[in-house]
């Protein structure tokens, strides 16, 4: 049996798969926290159930709020927060649930998503040395492997590869690290961004990641209705920005998540 579960085995056969974000006001610990917990979990939940009734497939809850974020998240209160709110959105969902502790806490995004009952994880640096607002962050593959391997966790690895709101360091092309982060890293998928939260990713950078066919490419940004086309290069995508009103605090809106899905499986069976 392999140590990392397939895109299928976490999902399911069926493409394009859409995975809705949950993006988590300031937690304790982080500069931003407001001192209200029940609110912040309450606000999960709502956005959990709108994803879901929405019809996304899978679901992952991030820290986003916690900015600037520290390369690698210790403090236990915001660590234990995550937990307690990964849990208590699975307990309300039935599609998959994962985890993100920004900026790369892989480590942890395991160990909760482990406790917890997640199916997966996302690392935004895996296979590669970036630079970025957090400083320089080193390639997780190595520890959250082995991470895996002592617990026996069966938990898919979604591994951004030339992360937004960073670069890489070095000169490595792009074929050579999804490659990397497939053969070495065993990841699940790569994941292709835009530049920034909110912009999509170049077309050329998702038809380069698809042709070399080492494994499924999520589109990890800026995917929305007038550039669904975007998929005819990707196994799907992971959409945060699309499904809120006005900001990315905002809570989610069910019609919006219900209107990108069916375009997004429209447009599969038809291209």
């Not at 080492?214 to 699309?242: C, Q």
């Not at 900001?247 to 219900?258: A, G, K």
Request: charge should be neutral.
């Amino acid at each position: 049996m392999n140590l990392i579960p397939s895109f299928d085995e976490i999902f399911g056969e069926e493409t394009p798969v859409i995975i809705g974000v949950i993006h988590l006001k300031p937690l304790p610990g982080s500069p931003l926290y407001d001192g209200n917990m029940d609110k912040i979990m309450s606000n999960a939940i709502k956005d959990a159930k709108a994803l879901e009734d929405g019809g996304v497939d899978g679901i992952i809850v991030e820290n986003f709020g916690d900015r600037p974020y520290l390369k690698r998240v210790e403090d236990p209160e915001t660590l234990v927060a995550m937990a307690v709110i990964v849990k208590e959105v699975i307990r309300e969902v039935s599609v998959p649930v994962g985890v993100n502790v920004l900026r790369n806490s892989a480590e942890e995004s395991l160990a909760i998503a482990y406790v917890t009952g997640g199916r997966f994880i996302r690392v935004n640096a895996y296979v590669e040395t970036i630079v970025s607002d957090s400083g320089i962050i080193e390639p997780a593959a190595p520890k959250v492997l082995r991470k895996a391997r002592s617990l026996d966790a069966k938990i898919g690895i979604l591994a951004d590869v030339h992360v937004k709101h960073a670069k890489p360091l070095g000169e490595r092309e792009l074929e050579e690290v999804i490659i990397d982060a497939f053969e070495r890293g065993l990841a699940t998928a790569v994941i292709i961004t835009g530049p920034r939260t909110g912009e999509p990713p170049r077309e050329e950078f998702l038809r380069r990641a698809k042709y070399i066919n080492k494994g499924p490419v999520l589109i990890g940004s800026g995917l929305r209705p007038d550039n669904i086309k975007l998929l005819k290069y990707a196994d799907g995508a992971i959409v945060g920005s699309y499904f809120k009103k006005k900001d990315i605090f905002s809570p989610v809106d069910r019609e919006r998540v219900r209107r990108l899905v069916e375009l997004a499986k429209k447009y599969s069976k038809n291209k």
